[in-house]
């Protein structure tokens, strides 16, 4: 639907093609038939209440007429190389309205000029054709073009204008200057890699004068590279700006709405109650919250006992093997307060939500409850937290988070105006729209090292770009046919007057443009990177770009890195760019033989003694420590095993088993928490308990077994059992 949006494609108008061009039946006519049937049947029903990205564009190609503000506007149209049907009337609308307006595009002005057109800018070249015909068409008097042939910024790096214009040159001529602004680096795996690059970008800075945020670095797929990234940064230092989409799926304010429909819906289960109150949005401290929840744990409170007016006065009854001291009545006060700061404000939504009928009443019911929690206090107080810490990216997502969320509820109602719903299935409609919920993030400093997606993202003037990742199969990427309609599909209904997205060749010749667009985005510094393994030690291979780098850079080196760095690296010095890590390298160092580099590591080892020395204690210690346990005190012999020591079967078999484990359940007493269940050791106990309460009756009354009628022992056995019985867990 969205696709069809986007190239100005009606249902009226599909439907008109299904009348006239395919009206014999066949596999396309039927598939393009029931898609049409729903997107028709979609626009029925939501078309003037559901306004989507999409649908705001038409919205906005509809005000722009009536605008007068835009008579008098300059507009300037760059770094986009292809418009939808959708944008390109927009633009349309924009030239009949506004004074001037300047498009850039990139094109190519080196030889094989046809074929650079056909593939590596096939889309820029469709697109200048299709704004010509557009001015043409809104009658606008197109002005002389201005080829810019010449790139000035290329004047410190001829190699990179070499590689910009002979890359997808078929013959093309070696370049045999100054290689020195293009490297290619070779990582032992992901690691190495990024752990390369962030150490030559404080190298640029510190030795070259750069800033950071004239330094980017470049991916075809993000994800890989995340975590390694955000960790290895943060240890150099290095301030960065991620330019993703951030998921807030799990964020607490999702879970809390998510968690107390569960409540409401599961009748107060155990499992939604503390994933509700675990969220940190519910104003009870977190170590109540565990007094509550061993509390139902080890009495398996749910459901109904909830929501009893009685309170709680369950009381542990200590088994055969156990003695203990009950509750105080302070400790059941309070868990009783805690119950009911927990059931007020739930109480109140399960009233409401029996009465819910309309998605406007599940919206109200769920705004009085997070507005009852203070939740919008709280999430302004995480996200003042945030801010003070330098975490500025997390402090907008709780900022956002709260916008988002309103407009996703004005959004449900909307839709649903009309509409009786049960409570599944608005919880159905309200996961659907969290699921779909991702924030936008912007920098949050000017100083900080663009990451980007090639496919994605647009940075502004690079001096240094680091491509990373450049492997087989990565960049450029894999592709496969995608979306409903076949290439073949698509080509036939083109020939019809249906346009619809590119198909696996056209996609294949973008991803060229890409690999331009990477090796054009530096104007000093070039480095190309790719791992021999991935994150799990599956190797890998080199992408052909390096091999053709290879090829017409034959002068450049591939430099291979790798952390941590050999025992006899023979450029030790490079390693060292920041505290934290000379640290740990001079640690590893002090506990081998080498005297590689003795030198470099005395003057490492007296900086830290002179600058540092806590630290430096620290890393001297964990290296020289040797675990060897050492016997307790006396005293505290006698506190942890009582004299005279009783032992038990059971207690000795656990120290032939495991002497600590002995020592955590015997010295320490330590227990597990306790879990309102009938275990097979509280059984055991049971019948062993019974048969010596039996035994001694027979021995108090002077009786053998063979003396007890069958009658007398099941009346014995009867009164054993009904008094043992609220011995065992809790009468269950």
């Known amino acids: 639907i969205a696709e069809f949006k986007r190239y100005r494609l009606s249902p009226e108008a599909l439907f008109g093609v299904l009348e006239e061009q395919l009206a014999e039946r066949s596999l396309l006519s039927e598939k393009l038939r029931e898609i049409t049937t729903v997107y028709d049947g979609y626009c029925r029903r939501f078309g003037a209440e559901s306004i989507d990205h999409d649908d705001m564009l038409t919205l906005l190609l509809e005000k722009i007429p009536f605008d007068d503000d835009l008579k008098d506007t300059v507009i300037f149209i760059d770094e ?36 650079l057109q056909r593939r590596v800018f096939r889309q820029a070249v469709q697109t200048l054709e299709a704004l010509k015909g557009l001015a043409l068409k809104e009658n606008v008097m197109i002005e002389e073009d201005i080829l810019l042939d010449h790139a000035y910024r290329w004047r410190e790096a001829p190699a990179l204008e070499f590689l910009a214009n002979h890359y997808f040159a078929a013959a093309a001529d070696v370049f045999k200057g100054d290689c020195s602004s293009i490297r290619l680096i070779e990582g032992q795996n992901i690691t190495s890699e990024v752990d390369w690059a962030a150490r030559e970008i404080r190298r640029l800075c510190r030795e070259e004068g750069f800033h950071y945020d004239e330094i980017g670095i470049l991916l075809r797929q993000i994800e890989p590279y995340e975590l390694a990234l955000k960790t290895t940064f943060l240890d150099y230092d290095i301030p960065y700006f991620l330019d993703q989409k951030n998921t807030v799926r799990h964020h607490p304010l999702l879970e809390v709405i998510t968690a107390a429909l569960a409540i409401v819906a599961e009748n107060f289960s155990y499992q939604s109650i503390f994933r509700y109150l675990k969220t940190d949005l519910i104003p009870i401290a977190r170590h109540d919250i565990d007094l509550l929840e061993n509390y139902c744990l080890a009495y398996g409170i749910k459901g109904y006992q909830w929501l009893s007016d ?8 200590y088994t055969m093997e156990e003695n203990g001291i009950a509750l105080s009545e302070d400790t059941l006060a309070k868990i009783n307060d805690l119950r009911q700061m927990v059931m007020t404000p739930l109480r109140n939504l399960q009233d409401q939500l029996k009465e819910a009928q309309k998605a406007e009443d599940y919206v109200k019911s769920l705004f009085i409850l997070l507005e009852a929690l203070l939740v919008p206090e709280t999430l302004q107080k995480w996200s003042m937290e945030a801010l003070e810490t330098g975490k500025n990216a997390l402090a907008d997502i709780h900022k956002q988070l709260w916008e988002q969320l309103m407009a996703l509820f004005d959004q449900i109602v909307s839709i649903s105006a009309d509409d009786v719903l049960t409570l599944a299935d608005f919880t159905a ?13 912007i920098p949050t400093s000017l100083d900080q090292v663009f990451i980007g997606s090639l496919h994605r993202s647009r940075s502004h003037e690079l001096k240094a ?32 007057g249906i346009k619809l997205s590119p198909n696996v060749r056209e996609r294949l010749y973008d991803e060229e443009f890409l690999i331009y667009t990477a090796l054009t985005r530096s104007s000093r510094y070039l480095y190309i990177s790719y791992s021999l393994s991935d994150n799990d030690g599956k190797g890998l291979k080199s992408s052909a770009i390096v091999r053709r780098l290879q090829m017409l850079l034959p002068d450049i080196k591939t430099q291979y ?27 590893a160092q002090l506990q081998t033989d080498s005297a590689e580099n003795g030198e470099l590591w005395a003057e490492v080892y007296n900086y830290f003694l002179q600058e540092r020395p806590q630290e430096l204690r620290r890393t001297l210690a964990g290296l020289f420590y040797t675990h060897q346990a050492k016997n307790l005190a006396p005293s505290l012999v006698r506190q942890l095993y009582r004299s005279p020591i009783r032992l038990s079967v059971s207690s000795l078999e656990k120290y032939r088993q495991c002497p600590f484990a002995h020592f955590l359940s015997y010295g320490l007493r330590l227990q597990e928490r306790e879990i309102y269940q009938l275990a097979s050791v509280d059984v055991g106990q049971f019948y062993h308990k019974a048969m010596e309460r039996i035994n001694d009756y027979l021995v108090e009354k002077q009786l053998s077994w063979r003396e007890l009628s069958d009658e007398a022992l099941h009346q014995l056995t009867n009164d054993v059992v009904e008094e043992l019985a609220p011995q065992l867990q809790n009468e269950i």
Request: net charge negative; with cysteine.
């Open 310 to 317: 009685k309170p709680w006065t369950f009381q542990k009854r």
């Open 80 to 115: 986009f190389n292809h418009f939808l049907p959708q944008e390109l009337a927009i633009i349309g609308a924009l030239m009949k309205k506004c004074s001037g307006m300047t498009i850039a595009l990139t094109l190519s002005t080196a030889h094989e000029h046809e074929f």
């Open 429 to 441: 409609i309200l996961t659907t729209g969290f699921d779909n919920l991702d924030l936008g993030l």
């Open 561 to 587: 890195v790798q952390w941590p760095p050999k025992e006899n690296e023979t450029k030790a010095l490079t390693y060292l760019e920041h505290t934290s890590k000379a640290l740990g390298l001079l640690g």
């Open 465 to 496: 770009v680091f491509l990373l990742g450049v492997n087989e199969g990565v960049f450029p990427a894999r592709l496969e046919q995608e979306g409903l309609f076949s290439d073949f599909e698509k080509a036939a209904l083109e020939t019809m």
